[in-house]
């Protein structure tokens, strides 16, 4: 079940690679202001809720509630859905919110903090296991796990095998052709952390072997093109967003990962685009806050270098070292797609929600 904003008629439902989709019509939470957003995103599931009733799925009974944060707001949906049929729900949480946005310094802990909080917590209330991508976030959970018939676990992030479609960017049509690539695909939003990627671009400016491909969208990605232009940087290129299905592709033509995340964070993240990387047999290059859990994972399976002081000079010697070992080391590309199908696969993730469903 999906909201989709953009829906003109209450729902429709559709087969989708073998799955039946339902898209509810819902509220715009995309592209929009914060105040909008949270006040469309609060809506959002009772409006779901409102159209489930009237699509062809109404009564069906299931055998158990799976659902996915961001966003927090989906706790009156999933309840409904677990009364009617009796089952279990499974939370699959990929951040935590509101605290990651605290230790960015983007909220207090005031009247909006403990607004969002008590929403989140009203989720985790509705959820009978939860499953956080890294052992490093079990701890913000053990107050909730010391309920009854409650269980927390950790599930790793997944990524299923891509449809490769040839990707509308062409690097050797560019004026980055013949270089070694540094990549960047996502998101490009505060809790990224970014702007040092420029600044070791700007670094290696007189390396002409060297150059830094960034392709997405969000809340920074026009203020970084900004900064890259104002500065310059011959050895920069920003694209918009393409499909997934172009990424493989787009991967092939390149050599190096990029992984930012902010070092305010305070809590354990491996992000989405590290999973599309190994899959792509990628090493990475990554800058992330200090004890992540994502660091130990990258030095353990040598699969790339991890910065976790945000230093321009720690990294710029990471990416240095990173370009001579990806000539030196052939085995890395063959060690980043042996970690991605040990832990990263969709039928691994399948396979342990729903044995915590049925126990």
Known sequence: MLPAADLEEEWQLEQLDGVRVLRLKAPRTKDIDYIRRTIGEFLMPFFMRHYL???PLAN???DGVVWYAPSIFHAPLVSSLKKASRCKGYLIIRDIFPEWAVDMGLMGR???YRF???VARYQYSVADIIGVQ???NCSHFETWQQHPAKKLEVLQNW???PANSPSSIRIAETSLSGRKIFVYAGNMGIAQGMDI????AERLTARSDVGFLFVGRGSDAQRLRNISQARKLTNVLFFDEIHPDEIPDLYAQCHIGIVALDPRHKSHNIPGKFLTYMQSG???LANVNAGNDLVGMIRREQVGLACESNQLNEIESLAEDLLRRIESDVAMPRRCRALFEREFSAEQAARQIVSALTI
């Open 134 to 136: 890294t052992p490093g």
């Open 197 to 200: 990627l420029l600044d070791l």
């Open 53 to 55: 009733k009237r699509s």
């Open 116 to 118: 969002f909080d008590t």
């Open 159 to 161: 990524l299923d095998k």
């Open 110 to 112: 005031g009247l909006p």
């Open 282 to 284: 990628l090493p990475v």
């Open 60 to 62: 069906v009974k299931w």
